[in-house]
């Protein structure tokens, strides 16, 4: 008596843990629908990123061209400055307007009251130094000015 029982005992236990068929495939229906439910979480996520990788790819580029638009634009507004600034260009302009050149005896000066100087004095026209006539001419006057110099303390 004691051993059937024993067997009865062990039979339930073993019903127990015995699954029905249809259970079975529930469970692995269930595991595999999570598999590809994570797989597509995943996935999508990894388009995400994608999508924003390329999206500032596409950005950086835009950006990339503008600066080098803008470079180009700051260039050309450079060489028009300085073609607008040029003595040329300048002269022309002040002779359109109606300037010329001034002799230093036809300028009149106005005098300030108490202005810091006592005198204001227009800057001398310097003449225009002559070459000399060989390098031994130069480097004789060179010399001499540097000797001249030294030998006052100066």
Known sequence: MFNRVREAYHEQIARAFKQAPWRRQTQSVAVLASILLVMAILGGFYLAVAARAGTAGRDLQDLEQQKANLIRENDELRASLADLMSINQMVARA???????????????????????????????????????SFRDWLTKTLGAWLSKTAGGG
């Open 95 to 133: 002779q359109k307007l109606g300037y010329g050149p001034v002799a230093p005896d036809s300028i009149d000066y106005v005098m300030v009251k108490n202005y810091p100087t006592a005198t204001a004095l227009a800057p001398q026209p310097v003449a225009a130094a002559q070459p000399p006539a």
